[in-house]
C-alpha cells in the first residue's frame, strides 16, 4: 500500500497544482471583458473632452474630429471587442480590425492634435492581435503620420511641431515598450495553459496508472493468499477425501481420523476465508505467536513434522510474521505434494538480532531446479520475501530433498528508556 501512497501523492499534488494555475493564469479578459470595455470608454471620452475644449482650431472643426472619431466605437464593438475575445486566432480579422482604427483615427487627427489622446485606447489591441514587428510599424503610423498631416494642414510653428514631434517620439517608445511587455505577458500565459495541459494530461496518466498498479498489486496479493490458505487446504481436503475412501473398506478407524481431520481442515479454511474477507490477520496469528501458529500447521500435516525454534522469540511486525508464516504453509504444501509419502518434515524459526530465519528441510525425493516450473508457488514465495526486504532461496536436487530458506530483516529494536 505504501507504494500506491507514493504514486497517488505527485497525482494529488499535480491536481492541486494545475487547478490553482487554472484558477490564475488565465487571460484577464478571458474572466471579463469588462475592464477593457470601461478603458476603451474612459481614453474615448476624455479625448472628447480635450477635442473640444481646445481653443484651436475653430469650433466647427473639433466638432467634425469629434464625429469622425465617433465611429470607432461601433467598429470596436463590432470587430475590435470580438478579435480580443478571441485571442487573435482569426489573423485577417484582427489585421482589419486594427488598419480600419487607424483609417477612422487619422482624418481627425490631422484635423485637431489632441485626438492624438486616443492612442491609448488604439494602441493595446495593436499588440494583442498582431505581432510584435507588424504592432510597431502600426504604432509608428498613428504617432508620426498624424503629426505630419497635422502640421501640413495647418502649418505651425516650427516650436509647435518639434514639441509634437518629441511628443510623438515619446509616445512611440512609450508603447512600444509596454506593447513588448504586453506579448511577452500573453506568450507566457499561453506557455502556462499549455503547460497546465500538459499537467492535466500527466495527472490523468498518473491517475489512470496508479488505479491500474493498485488493482494489479491487488490481485497479485489476493492470488498469493488464496493460493496459500484456500487453494493448499481444498487440496489436503481433496487428498484426505482420496484416502478416505481407500480406508473405508479395510481400516474404518483410520478413515475416521482422516474425517476428523477433513472436519478440521474445512474449518481452519473457512477461517482463513473469513479473515481474508476481513483483511486481517491470518487465523493461526490470530491471537498466538508465530511459533504457535507453525506449530499448529506441522499438527495438520500429514507427514512427521517437527519445528525448532532458536533465539529469542518476540514478536515481529505483522507483515514479517505473516510473511514467515505462509512461507512455512508453501513449503509444507510443496512437500505434501512432492516429496513422497510419509517424507519427514523439519522446520526452524531462527531469532536473531537482525534477521528471522525460516527454514523448511523434507527428506523427499526433491527436484531438479534446473526444470522449467509453471507452478505459483515458489515464485509467490519469492515475491512475498521481497515485499518486506527480504529473500528466498530453494535447494534441491533429485532423490536428495528439499530446502527451502527464507531471511527476513527485522527492524531493530528501540533502547530501553532510562528511568527518570
Known amino acids: 500500500m505504501s507504494d500506491d501512497l507514493q504514486v497517488e501523492e505527485p497525482s494529488r499534488r499535480l491536481t492541486e497544482f494545475a487547478a490553482a494555475a487554472g484558477a490564475r493564469d488565465t487571460h484577464v479578459w478571458d474572466r471579463s471583458f469588462l475592464p477593457w470595455d470601461a478603458y476603451f470608454a474612459v481614453v474615448w471620452l476624455a479625448t472628447a473632452v480635450f477635442v473640444l475644449g481646445t481653443d484651436l482650431p475653430s469650433l466647427p472643426y473639433r466638432i467634425t474630429a469629434v464625429a469622425l472619431m465617433s465611429l470607432l466605437i461601433p467598429w470596436y464593438l463590432r470587430a475590435g471587442r470580438p478579435a480580443m475575445l478571441s485571442d487573435g486566432a482569426d489573423e485577417r480579422q484582427s489585421l482589419r480590425y486594427v488598419v480600419a482604427s487607424v483609417v477612422i483615427f487619422l482624418p481627425p487627427a490631422f484635423l485637431v492634435g489632441e485626438t492624438r489622446l486616443i492612442t491609448f485606447a488604439l494602441a493595446p489591441p495593436c499588440f494583442m492581435l498582431l505581432p510584435l514587428r507588424r504592432a510597431m510599424v502600426t504604432m509608428a503610423v498613428v504617432n508620426v503620420v498624424p503629426v505630419a498631416g497635422w502640421a501640413l494642414i495647418w502649418r505651425p510653428g516650427s516650436q509647435v511641431v518639434f514639441f509634437n ?95 476428523d481431520l477433513m472436519e478440521s481442515t474445512a474449518r481452519q479454511n473457512l477461517a482463513e476465508a473469513r479473515a481474508l474477507v476481513a483483511g486481517g490477520a491470518p487465523a493461526d496469528l490470530d491471537g498466538g505467536s508465530l511459533p504457535d501458529a507453525v506449530r499448529r500447521l506441522t499438527a495438520r500435516h500429514e507427514s512427521p513434522a517437527v519445528l525448532e525454534v532458536t533465539g529469542a522469540v518476540r514478536e515481529l511486525p505483522a507483515p514479517l510474521e505473516v510473511v514467515a508464516l505462509r512461507s512455512c504453509q508453501e513449503a509444507l504444501s510443496n512437500a505434501r505434494k512432492h516429496a513422497g509419502p510419509g517424507a519427514p518434515v523439519r522446520l526452524s524459526l531462527a531469532y536473531g538480532e537482525a534477521e528471522l530465519t525460516v527454514s523448511i528441510r523434507d527428506e523427499g525425493d526433491g527436484f531438479d531446479l534446473s526444470a522449467p516450473r509453471t507452478g505459483y508457488g515458489l515464485a509467490g514465495l519469492g515475491a512475498r520475501a521481497a515485499e518486506v526486504g527480504g529473500t528466498a532461496e530453494v535447494r534441491s536436487a533429485p532423490g536428495e530433498g528439499t530446502t527451502v530458506g527464507v531471511h527476513l530483516p527485522v527492524p531493530a529494536a528501540p533502547p530501553p528508556r532510562s528511568p527518570s
Request: hydrophobic fraction near 45%; aromatic fraction near 8%; charged fraction near 25%.
Open 165 to 259: 514631434s518629441v511628443f510623438a517620439v515619446a509616445t512611440l517608445a512609450f508603447s512600444g515598450f509596454f506593447g513588448a511587455w504586453v506579448i511577452r505577458i500573453i506568450e507566457q500565459s499561453k506557455e502556462r495553459a499549455f503547460l497546465i495541459g500538459e499537467l492535466e494530461h500527466s495527472r490523468e496518466e498518473v491517475a489512470r496508472l496508479s488505479a491500474e498498479r493498485g488493482a494489479l498489486t491487488e490481485r497479485e496479493r489476493m492470488s498469493r493468499e488464496i493460493h496459500d490458505t484456500l487453494a493448499q487446504g481444498f487440496t489436503s481436503v481433496l487428498m484426505l477425501v482420496q484416502a478416505v475412501q481407500s480406508e473405508l473398506d479395510h481400516d474404518v478407524p483410520l478413515a475416521r481420523r482422516h474425517l
